[in-house]
């Protein structure tokens, strides 16, 4: 396309990929997705996916590796709602992003991957060590607690352990995500020490609300009678 303008060019391209000539499309896409604003990069990412199936994962894939932040991000949304086994690796990867934005952004991917069965079967949980090691060891707070939740999610027993760690851990933020985390883990052993959790913050009421919720999901025989007198009880 002999326009200077990108802007113009991509007015071309839309019409190129409503025309249904989708190889030019992909070719003047992909030479955008190498342009300087990362603004016009984004909406090449964004027109590439109404071309066919096939054509899609490159620009996936160059939109995972791009410098900017935003289009890493919009990249891993495609990537989510694709549920293809074949960007698997890549969104793993994306876990460790020095992004938080970015690293969220992939946890959750995986948080919808473990919550929907179907999805992604094959490989999925293989981001548990990835997860697992952002717990408990990133220094980025935010970063951390989504990589909590997800593991939450994951409802797999290898969490476990992780999540009841986190439990004593000296920031608000990443004990409240331990203590949700363990409600949607269906393991018992985790009701004792969510009861000492609960029983140390006499005042602190917030923690001792998802506590007590976290108890009554995995305990679903655990009465209101009972959850009364836990809620009463004094040290």
Known sequence: IKLS??????LVIRWLVKQGLHSLAENELLLLMRHGDY???????????????????????????DAHADIQVAAIDYATTKEDE?????????IGSQYP????????????FF?????????KY???????KHALSENNEKKRA?????????????ALLTLIHLLSHDSHRIELAAID????????QAIGPLRSVFLSHNENPTTRLHSLISIKRMHTNYDNGSLNNLAYRQN
């Not at 303008?5 to 991509?10: I, N, S």
């Not at 990412?45 to 995972?64: E, T, V």
């Not at 074949?86 to 994306?94: D, G, S, T, V």
């Open 181 to 188: 985390g363990l409600g949607l883990i269906n393991e018992k």
């Open 146 to 158: 989504c990589a909590i939740r997800a593991l939450g999610h994951s409802e797999h027993y290898r």
């Open 115 to 123: 919550d929907e069965e179907e999805a992604m079967v094959v490989h």
């Open 101 to 112: 934005a970015v690293s969220c952004r992939a946890s959750r991917g995986f948080t919808h």
């Open 86 to 94: 074949r960007y698997i690796r890549w969104l793993i990867k994306k």
């Open 39 to 65: 603004r016009l990069r984004r909406q090449a990412l964004h027109i590439s996916q109404n071309l066919p199936s096939p054509m899609r994962l490159s620009f996936i894939q160059n939109g995972l590796d």
């Open 126 to 132: 293989l981001a548990l060590n990835p997860l697992i």
């Open 5 to 10: 303008r990108a802007e113009d060019r991509l």
